[in-house]
């Protein structure tokens, strides 16, 4: 079985920092493509960084230049580092997860990830 637990959110304000962490487990870690997800209220889920199984990054326009995601196989964590933060960022943030392939969807679509956390709160107010 697989899990992720995210861990990391908070409350900032704006321009503020903030750094999330997701371990997974029941998994080698490695081998699967990884990404955050979020999903404010009303809205539709939006990925906005992921990461390949080979390291390989992307990111979702509205969030370049100011996240980054990043892994460490050693500690078995993925992160999601955000700097500058506006208060469109805020949101409830999940780390997501599939194995090797993207079940045939973009690696930005939501339907591409097969694993999800249980999400963790960001809020960015003036």
């Known amino acids: 079985q697989v899990n992720l637990v995210e861990s990391g959110g908070g409350s900032v304000q704006t321009g503020g920092s903030l750094r999330l962490a997701c371990v997974p487990s029941?998994?080698?870690?490695?081998?699967?493509?990884m990404a955050w997800v979020r999903q404010a209220p009303g809205k539709a889920r939006e990925v906005v960084a992921t990461i390949d199984s080979r390291g390989s990054l992307s990111y979702a326009d509205s969030v370049k230049g100011r996240f980054t995601i990043s892994k460490d196989v050693a500690k078995n964590t993925l992160y999601l580092q955000m700097n500058s933060l506006k208060a469109e960022d805020s949101a409830m943030y999940y780390c997501a997860a599939v194995y090797r392939s993207y079940r045939g969807q973009s690696p930005f679509s939501p339907d591409a990830y097969a694993y999800w956390g249980q999400g963790t709160q960001v809020t960015v107010s003036s």
């Open positions: 029941g998994y080698i870690f490695s081998t699967y493509n």
